[in-house]
């Protein structure tokens, strides 16, 4: 089991940068694939991108690709999401997720991000 906690998270004006951080907990964090997502008001849970065990591949969804970065450091356990040219429509709360195969086990509980115009 591995417990997730967000940071990182507040108000930044568009066009400038976030870093999130997802630090976790237990021994075997190298075993998980990590993912990020958000959840605007109103909208449904988005997903945004993820990393693997290693570190060695990443993969972003479109609405992000480019703007967006995830990497990991496993001897720390944690994962970051940075995030540049932040635009109001990214305005959300950030989960991180962990999970051993197909689906996300475990998550965070969330850091809200606020973009002003």
């Known amino acids: 089991q591995v417990q997730l906690v967000e940071s990182g998270g507040g108000l930044v004006q568009a066009g400038g940068s976030l870093r999130l951080s997802c630090a976790a907990s237990g021994r075997t964090f190298s075993s998980y694939a990590i993912g990020w997502f958000r959840q605007a008001p109103g909208k449904e849970r988005e997903f945004l991108g993820g990393i693997s065990r290693s570190g060695g591949s990443t993969y972003y969804a479109d609405s992000v690709k480019g703007r967006f970065t995830i990497s990991r450091d496993n001897a720390k356990n944690t994962v970051h999401l940075q995030m540049n040219s932040l635009k109001p429509d990214d305005t959300a709360v950030y989960y991180c997720?962990?999970?051993?195969?197909?689906?996300?086990?475990?998550w965070g509980q969330g850091t809200q991000v606020t973009v002003s115009s």
């Open positions: 997720a962990a999970g051993l195969a197909v689906e996300y086990d475990y």
